[in-house]
């Protein structure tokens, strides 16, 4: 959730943290700070807000120092505040850290900590790290011993890097990711590769149940066994130089307008990996499939393709209601498990249930380099390179197009699926935003906005409304069609929105009708169809395509939709207020 970073080198470290954690700011963004090693004390600043400003209040990146930590925050425990924001010192100040996770027993070590004199200022799970470091680190006076008797305390999910009185830089990390870079100049520890790639492309991949000490003699890895680890070094994948906006405004536009390249791009680098998993997925007893969010709306979509063309059943589950019905998996069973962060709390933990009953995962994913493909038995690659905006654009219609290929090849070529035709297509529906950008007007005061859609178009219309919500916080829902008379019709009139997802399909004429009725009740329709209507008070003109990959194309306008409605809201974009992108807490 949070980002966490480190350096240790020969430069000043607080502009390059500073850097870091701008680039890792999906993550979590309401509050920021940067702890310095300087003339043998450690120095901190922290405040609530962006990066930018925190920075510009703060001058966090004005710290002297070639030893730092940074943070950005999505507050679990504790309010967004000054004082809730890391990183932490401990109580005599030695010490400070930065932590991403949620520590569990951080109540009991708290007040044992109390108890034996160290002082808590914080409402943060965290900030028990700090004080339970330095209460070991007071009592054995080595790094290492102090590190070790620390993560045999410490329960539940965590990295966190944390600096010393001495201007060593430890990390340390159980169930969340931590990577290191390795500089020309410097040492970097970080929750993402992004937070360090300009620097260097040489990492290494700690493992769980790891930790490591960095100071100017070099680095050392241990398990929590204190055994020594020597790990490979690995060059990270060009792909990720890419995370950079360009000449766009932000990197939401930047990815919605990346898919028309995106999509026929999916999988290329797995392509043994997806013919695998068709053979797998064919020969499984029963077929479950999961996801988070964006992700789970793809879960939906997947329903609707195995049926129709493969004739095999799936059963989407919703990754975080699986600890609820945990006996459902049967054994020779298959999970898909779809996450484009690979690092959703709430999927690893379906995850791991499903394989605790014996059931085989295969994940799609667009980082490769994350916790959920280590644990899939085949992991395919979304390939869209890296996401950034915290609402998912690209990687949806990525997902997609993997689950397309896979129904595809299991029906033999029954859909006749040409991805880059429907690249054309989407690329005719960016080539000019003006209509879109003039809706988007109208829905600046919006209070409601209800999107409909029957059959394979109703998951589109749960997505699109998950893009209203995230990016321009007006309320918005995703209804099948046929349930509009069962209730949600007491809701319209003449303050409310509807989207039709109504391409010329077999669903036209019902939602056409749907259309009708809310007209009648005075609300403001949109329509998404390739064919005009005077029942639409807007019109979204999407290109005339081949019946069965409507989604990919339906989904677009709505994306620009809600991004343009945003702008005009003065929200920004890229990061919701109180949303991150990749949610590894539960
Ligand atoms: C968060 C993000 C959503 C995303 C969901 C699942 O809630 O804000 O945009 O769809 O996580 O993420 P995943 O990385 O597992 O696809």
Redesign the pocket.
């Known amino acids: 959730m949070c980002s966490i970073i480190g350096y240790l080198g020969l430069s000043t470290a607080a502009p390059i943290i500073v850097k870091g954690l701008k680039r890792m700011e999906y993550r979590g963004y309401d509050s920021v700070g940067v702890a310095t090693f300087s003339n043998n004390q450690i120095l901190v600043k922290k405040g609530v807000g962006n990066v930018l400003e925190v920075n510009k209040n703060e001058k966090l990146d004005e710290l002297s120092g070639t030893v730092g930590i940074g943070h950005t925050r999505w507050a679990t425990h504790g309010e967004v505040t000054n004082t809730n924001a890391h990183p932490h010192p401990s109580s005599s100040g030695e010490i400070a850290i930065v932590h991403n996770g949620i520590i569990e027993n951080h109540e009991e070590l708290k007040k044992e900590l109390q108890q034996k004199g160290y002082e808590f200022k914080s409402q943060t799970d965290s900030e028990v790290i700090a004080n339970l470091l330095q209460y070991h680190y007071d009592k054995v006076k080595e790094i290492k011993k102090a590190l070790l008797n620390t993560v045999s305390e410490l329960k539940g999910n965590y990295a966190f890097v944390a600096v010393f009185e001495d201007g060593t830089l430890t990390a340390a990390r159980l169930h969340e990711p931590l990577i290191i870079g390795i500089g020309k100049d410097g040492y970097f520890i970080s929750s993402d590769v992004l937070g360090f790639v300009e620097h260097t492309d040489e990492v290494i991949y700690l493992d769980n149940r790891e930790f490591v000490i960095i100071n100017s003699s070099g680095i050392k890895i241990f398990d929590f066994e204190a055994n020594p680890v020597q790990h490979q070094i690995t060059k990270v994948s060009k792909e990720f130089a890419d995370a950079y906006k360009g000449e766009y405004a932000h990197f939401t536009i930047k990815e919605i307008s990346e898919q028309p390249t995106t999509i026929p791009n999916t999988a290329n680098n797995t392509r043994l990996e997806l013919d695998l998993a068709t053979d797998f997925i064919k020969h499984a007893k029963t077929l479950y499939i999961t ?5 789970y709306n793809a879960a939906l979509i997947a329903k609707f393709l195995f049926s129709k063309y493969a004739k095999i059943k799936i059963e989407p589950i919703i990754s975080s209601e699986v600890q609820f019905s945990p006996d459902i998996f049967e054994q020779q069973s298959i999970l898909i498990a ?7 709390a709430d ?1 690893i933990e379906a995850v791991t249930i499903a394989k605790n009953s014996g059931v085989k995962i295969i994940s799609i994913v667009n980082m490769m380099t994350s916790s959920l493909v280590q644990i899939s038995s085949i992991a395919i690659g979304l390939n869209c390179g890296p996401e950034i905006g ?3 654009t690209k ?1 949806f219609t990525s997902q997609l197009a993997v689950l397309y290929k896979m129904v595809d090849k299991i029906c033999g070529g029954c859909i006749n699926l040409d991805l880059s035709k429907v690249s054309e297509s989407i690329q005719k529906i960016l080539s000019d935003h003006s209509n879109i950008q003039e809706i988007a007007r109208k829905l600046k005061d919006v209070s409601d906005i209800y999107v409909l859609g029957r059959g394979i178009h109703y998951p589109i219309a749960s997505e699109a409304s998950l893009k209203l919500k ?1 990016l321009t916080y007006i309320h918005a829902e995703g209804l099948p069609g046929g349930e509009l008379k069962h209730g949600p019709l007491a809701l319209m009139d003449s303050n409310t929105y509807v989207i039709m997802i109504n391409p010329n399909d077999s669903t036209y004429s019902d939602t056409l009708t749907s259309a009708r009725e809310i007209k009648v009740r005075g609300a403001k329709i949109i329509g998404i169809s390739d064919k005009p209507s005077e029942v639409y008070d807007h019109w979204i003109e999407i290109p005339q395509v081949d019946e069965s990959v409507y989604p990919f194309i339906e989904i677009v306008p709505v994306q620009l939709l809600a991004y343009y409605a945003a702008i005009e809201k003065d929200t920004d974009p890229d990061y919701p207020r109180n ?5 590894t807490v539960k």
């Open positions: 996801g988070s969010g964006t992700s779809l996450s484009q962060s690979g690092e959703s999927v915290v609402a998912a990687s995230e949303l991150a992108k990749s949610v």
